[in-house]
């Protein structure tokens, strides 16, 4: 959901500045401007002191400009934390069976996983990612495989081998996993 937010606001935000500056550069350097144009042609003042003032004796206006402005700093603040907030899963909490709990680091966790699964037949490359909570993490895992792997077998010897023995050697009850797959890009084989 934030990626397709954060595409969407720079997008919007890029295609007004572009609009704005292409057209004010545009009558700047002589282009008669339309009718509806904001300004008259390239001398005109951006805001003149009518325009400045034209609201400021009414009781309703600087509330207004204030709380306007106060939503886009929450929405700014917003979009930061979200956008600053890890991703990734720094710790485990493993049960050791003696009431206490001990913490696996996310990282160790992600890389046995990654070179277990990596290590499995027709897997070229695999990233692994830890999300969600400390005591009910998951994974997602993103698989290269070589062109002559079916995918189903390949998902198959991932759940029943690498993610079971991560799930059963961190002591999870469930170990939730979002697996992706491509194929390496390789040239076409020569029928002879």
Known sequence: MLRIVNRVLIGLVGLVLLL???????????????????????????????????????GWWWPTVIAALA?????????????????????????????????LRGRALEGVLASEAGDL?????????????????????????EPHVDPGTALQ????EALTHARN?????ALPAEVRMKAVKHRAERVS
Not at 84 to 99: N, Q
């Open 169 to 173: 050697s961190a002591g999870l009850a």
């Open 121 to 145: 037949d027709g897997v070229a490359h695999a990233q692994v990612h830890l999300t969600g909570r400390r005591a009910a993490p998951e994974t997602r895992v993103q698989l290269l495989l």
């Open 157 to 160: 010897h991932l759940t029943d």
């Open 20 to 58: 704005l500056g292409g057209s004010v550069l545009a009558v700047g350097l002589g282009a008669k401007p339309p009718s509806w144009w904001i300004h008259d042609g390239r001398h005109d003042v951006l805001l003149t002191d009518a325009e400045r003032t034209r609201w400021q004796d009414h």
């Open 71 to 103: 939503i886009v700093v929450l929405l700014t603040l917003w979009w930061l934390t979200a956008n600053l907030r890890r991703r990734r899963l720094a710790e485990v909490l493993v049960d050791t069976g003696d009431g206490e709990g001990a913490l």
